[in-house]
């Protein structure tokens, strides 16, 4: 893993939340890391635009989901045999995982936090913060 080339990252609707929730959030960055490949699902853009009242925040969602790959499902991906979480959260591990994504970036503490810096299915969980940290360990 060099230089973060060809990582994908599947991104947990309170990432894209945090991002879009006001303008120059930290969160961002993430959108600035080059060689990276940005994926979420629709039912993650869904959940997103439940939860930003404000208009500016749903052009700005817009303009991040740009540059994001949209995985779409026509019905909530699951996994055969997932690890304990609840159900509103199985839908982002499935989806992640068939996305074929290299982590799955969530800021979601109570129910990934114990995941953070282990792989499960596959996947390296971590929340966004860390990810100058991660890239600059190559």
């Known amino acids: ?5 060809g990582l994908r990252l599947f991104i947990d609707a309170n990432v894209l939340i945090s ?4 303008d120059g959030s930290k969160v961002a960055r993430l959108w600035q890391i080059p ?3 940005l994926i979420t699902s629709n039912y993650v853009v869904a959940e997103c ?8 925040q749903q052009i700005r969602l817009g303009q991040f989901l ?7 499902f026509e019905r909530v991906p699951v996994l055969q045999n997932p690890p ?16 074929r994504a290299d982590f799955l970036v969530t800021g979601d ?4 936090g114990a995941w953070y810096g282990t792989r499960i ?7 966004p913060g860390r990810f100058p940290q991660i890239l600059a360990e190559g």
């Not at 635009?49 to 500016?56: A, C, G, M, V």
């Not at 503490?109 to 990934?112: I, L, T």
């Not at 299915?121 to 929340?127: H, Y």
């Open 84 to 99: 304990a979480l609840p159900e509103k959260d199985q839908h982002v591990l499935a989806a992640a995982v068939l996305s």
């Open 66 to 72: 740009l540059e994001v790959r949209i995985l779409q």
């Open 19 to 22: 991002a879009a929730w006001k």
């Open 35 to 37: 060689n990276v490949e």
């Open 121 to 127: 299915l596959g996947l390296r969980v971590e929340p």
């Open 1 to 5: 893993m060099s230089h973060a080339q």
């Open 109 to 112: 503490r109570k129910h990934f």
């Open 49 to 56: 635009k439940q939860n930003l009242p404000y208009t500016e």
